[in-house]
């Protein structure tokens, strides 16, 4: 869902040897990438400042509820992610040309 909004927000390429084309799949892989990353990244810089997102769940839901929050943050937030890229790209797709 993501490369496809991406896509659509930009459909001005040829073909695979254009630089726009490029520049899609580059920020396609690095939006998809820091999507999945992301909870990652939020419990590494709460650690640092003396919070941590891990502890928080272990201990409300437990260690099974741990495993979850783990297994489903990541492809949680590549959904939404993708979801407004999609929204970005229909939008963009169904303005009118001036």
Not at 1 to 7: C, D, E, K, L, Y
Not at 63 to 80: I, Q, S
């Amino acid at each position: 869902m993501v490369s496809m909004g991406i896509t659509a927000r930009y459909p001005n390429y040829e073909d695979t040897k254009s630089r726009a084309y490029g520049s899609v799949v580059l920020s396609s892989m690095m939006l998809t990438g820091f999507s999945v990353a992301a909870p990652l990244l939020l419990g590494f810089f709460g650690l640092q400042s003396g919070f941590s997102i891990f502890d928080f769940v272990r201990n409300t839901y437990g260690t099974v509820g741990f495993d979850f929050f783990m297994v489903f943050t990541g492809p949680l937030c590549l959904l939404v992610v993708g979801a407004l890229m999609m929204k970005l790209g229909i939008r963009s797709l169904s303005r009118p040309e001036a």
